[in-house]
């Protein structure tokens, strides 16, 4: 079963915290690696964070020391907790599986529907 559904978005002020959560179904969860993508209007859509066999994580650039993802095995579910929010976090943000590796889009072989984070300066 494929089940990847997000929640947690939210309109924020700047300098502020969100957690996103992803819960996904045990397939999904056995998958190599989780993500988080985001895509702002008129943007291409980017890897803000990844972790691989629920140990090893990476991070974009944009949000190294302010955003961390980590996982909850024994809820199956995958969550993105962000500080210090700016206006340019602002975007719809996806939960994300590959077989393989995630930094790219076109790596990723299951979406969930997104989840809208705003941040207002």
């Known amino acids: 079963q494929v089940q990847l559904v997000e929640s947690g978005g939210d309109s924020v002020q700047a300098g502020g915290s969100l957690r996103l959560s992803c819960a996904v179904s045990?397939?999904?969860?056995?998958?190599?690696?989780l993500g988080w993508f985001r895509q702002a209007p008129g943007k291409e859509r980017e890897r803000v964070a990844s972790?691989?066999?629920?140990?090893?994580?990476m991070y974009g650039d944009s949000v190294k020391g302010r955003f961390t993802i980590y996982r909850d095995n024994a809820k199956n579910t995958l969550y993105l907790q962000m500080h210090s929010l700016k206006p340019e976090d602002t975007a719809m943000y996806y939960c994300?599986?590959?077989?393989?590796?995630?930094?790219?889009?076109?790596?990723?072989?299951?979406w969930g529907q997104g989840t809208q984070v705003t941040v207002s300066s």
């Open positions: 045990a397939y999904i969860a056995s998958m190599n690696c």
């Open positions: 972790i691989y066999s629920a140990v090893s994580t």
């Open positions: 994300a599986a590959s077989d393989g590796v995630c930094s790219k889009p076109d790596e990723i072989r299951y």
